[in-house]
């Protein structure tokens, strides 16, 4: 009986191993926020990110959120590319190697006032799958951004 525990134990510990193995092996997409961004008309925001995914993986979206602090009000945008199959973007690549995209944010429309220069905080993510569809996500932020 007590074999079999024992035995039991080691299998089901190098199976634990074996899984968080491959789980560590699988390369992640990255993403990184440029610490300044181009405000435009106090309404649209163009914030550079760099990212980068593996080979084998179709890149299916980068996501920016920005808030923003005027006085007691908030001013909250977003905005993304997106990748779809009925209409892929050809400058949205997966090659292991960086590129960097400008991501439009565009403000709420309930925000309570409008972006201005000044610092802002932003987060970023980037959703890529491989052809197995165990889609991974990247994220970078909150972060300190600078809009002018």
């Known amino acids: 009986m ?3 525990f024992v035995r039991t134990a080691m299998l089901t510990g190098t199976m634990l191993w074996i ?3 491959s789980a560590l092996a699988q ?3 990255t993403v990184e926020i440029a610490p300044d961004a181009t405000l435009e008309a106090h309404v649209l925001i163009f914030v550079p990110v760099t990212y980068s995914c593996p080979a084998d993986t179709v890149l299916l979206n980068i996501l920016v959120d920005v808030i923003q602090a005027r006085g007691r009000r908030i001013a909250t945008g977003n905005g993304g590319v997106f990748n ?5 973007d050809p400058d949205l690549i997966c090659d ?8 439009g944010v ?3 429309e309930d925000s309570a006032t409008t972006f201005r220069n000044g610092s802002a905080v932003a987060e970023a993510s980037i ?4 052809p197995s569809f165990e889609c991974l996500t990247g994220l970078d932020g909150p972060v300190v951004i600078r809009l002018h």
């Open 96 to 103: 292991g190697t960086p590129h960097t995209v400008d991501i």
């Open 27 to 29: 390369e992640v997409p």
């Open 19 to 21: 899984l968080q193995s």
């Open 2 to 4: 007590q074999t079999r």
């Open 84 to 88: 779809t199959p009925s209409q892929p």
């Open 127 to 130: 959703t890529a799958c491989p």
């Open 106 to 108: 565009v403000l709420s």
